[in-house]
């Protein structure tokens, strides 16, 4: 009996026994804009085994009829007897063939694991009466509404609404990308600027990136609050019901996109400022402060640390080469003493150093002796630098790698912008919280 023929039955039996049919549940309607197969693949085969492919479902009908007849006749010598059948038979089949798609794999494995995602309720949903810091910090965290940061571990499946954005890095990358384009249509529109060195940058981007896009997504339920040494993530509907409100940061879902896997054009999905549903797997367990978009450049690093300072910067240069002068936030002719000193304080840190700032004052280093007519490139910070660095590392008796030594420089480039850009410079200590996640599917 095929299931059809079975469900019109028990549908009856309930009609006969005045049952009402129960309202049909309200179902999720997904329609993707990115979706990775094989990690949808692999997690159901873990969860469930061998995968079906096909279901085939078949029903048949036979008729048969007959007709029959005999007839005898007794003589005196002869006696016969003489028989005849018509016989007719009719057979009906169907078959019914419903092939598996990665839409269907992917139900299937939702509908296994909702319950032990980590991701915010329904929108019904009350959240639970929290009224001040204190009883925030102590209540019983869970994956809904107060998130112990340790949840987040690597592995763990996550379902959050987003605010999709493409890093800075790419944007600028594919801005240039356009622009160039368009250049080599249109000549006439360089106006005398040189264009070699931007089609250079952007080329040697295109070939790291190498069919990536590193996505960052505004969590847009979730917020994060730190209170002492202690930092959760906290429902929005629970940080209202505090008074006073506390302080709290924004938190950030990043990973790295195919490009090939995007069902829909990357412009649409990732320049429009729209929110979207992720369902991601934990990369690097628990609130990161920061992250690499380009993971190729930890290796060039290894091998051409100016290379890689100058893709990771790549924003400012890319500005500065379509300009045709240094960007706002590094129009500046000398590295000011405040920046000097954070470089120098961190890279007596890593080597656990006590820092002697009166030497180095005394020595010139921290002073405005050095004019610098042009900040705005790497060679120039890095020669404005170096003399910290060597006396740092004569006095210690010990040495920064260079990774770590362009990841400082780094650092006291953009606070430089900062300086130089806002009115109040950006306290060194304040970090930023992001989820590194493997991203699975992008839906809304």
């Known amino acids: 009996m095929s299931r059809s023929t079975r469900n019109h039955i028990s549908s009856a039996l309930a009609w006969l026994r005045g049952e009402k049919k129960p309202a049909p549940p309200l179902k999720i309607i997904r329609e993707f804009v990115y979706l990775d197969e094989v990690s949808v693949y692999s997690l159901s085969a ?8 096909t279901e085939t479902e078949g029903t048949a009908h036979t008729t048969a009829s007959a007709i029959s007849g005999s007839a005898t006749k007794n003589l005196a010598v002869i006696k016969g007897t003489l028989k005849g059948e018509l016989t007719d038979s009719t057979t009906a089949s169907s078959q019914v063939v419903r092939k598996s798609i990665i839409q269907s794999t992917f139900r299937k494995l939702y509908l296994d694991i909702e319950n032990s995602l980590v991701r915010p309720l ?41 605010t999709l954005a493409p890093e800075a890095i790419f944007q600028v990358q594919s801005m240039m990308s356009s622009l160039l384009e368009l250049l080599d249509k249109h000549p006439e529109l360089q106006t005398g600027h040189d264009m070699g060195k931007a089609a250079i940058a952007t080329d040697m981007l295109e070939g790291l ?39 709290s940061e924004k938190i950030y879902l990043v990973g790295v996109a195919e490009q090939r896997l995007f069902w829909k054009d990357t412009r649409r999905i990732l320049f429009s400022n729209c929110d979207y549903t992720v369902l991601a797997r934990i990369r690097c367990s628990g609130l990161q402060p920061s992250w690499e ?46 920046v000097r000193v954070h470089f120098a304080r961190s890279v007596a840190s890593e080597l656990n150093h006590d820092l002697d700032e009166e030497t180095l004052t005394s020595n010139g280093h921290l002073d405005h002796g050095t004019e610098l007519t042009d900040v705005s490139t790497i060679d120039n910070i890095r020669a404005a630098l170096h003399p910290i660095e060597e006396y740092i590392h004569s006095q ?28 109040e410079p950006r306290n060194s200590d304040d970090d930023e919280y992001l989820l590194d996640a493997e991203l699975i599917a992008i839906y809304w």
Not at 46 to 53: T, V
Not at 298 to 327: C, H, K, T, Y
Not at 409 to 419: I, S
Request: one cysteine or more; hydrophobic letters at 35%.
């Open 122 to 162: 329904p929108p019904d949903q009350a959240p639970p009466r929290i009224t001040n810091i204190t009883d925030l910090f102590t209540t019983a965290t869970d994956n809904h509404w107060v998130i112990d940061p340790g949840t987040f571990s690597r592995g763990t499946l996550t379902e959050l609404n987003v």
């Open 46 to 53: 873990s969860r469930f085994g061998m995968l079906d492919d």
């Open 396 to 423: 210690s008796g010990a040495t920064v790698s260079p990774e770590r030594l362009s990841e400082l420089r780094m650092e006291a480039r953009h606070r430089l912008g900062q300086r130089t850009t806002d009115s």
């Open 293 to 338: 978009p380009v993971k190729l450049l930890e290796g060039l690093a290894r091998v051409f640390p100016p290379a890689a300072d100058a893709l990771r910067n790549f924003n400012a240069i890319a500005l500065d080469m379509v300009a045709g002068s240094p960007p706002p936030a590094l129009r500046c002719s000398t590295l000011d003493r405040e």
């Open 209 to 247: 990136l190498s069919g990536l896009v590193p996505i960052r997504g505004h969590c847009t339920d979730y917020n994060a609050v730190k209170n002492n040494d202690k930092t959760i993530v906290v429902h929005k509907k629970v940080l209202k019901q505090i008074e006073p409100t506390p302080n």
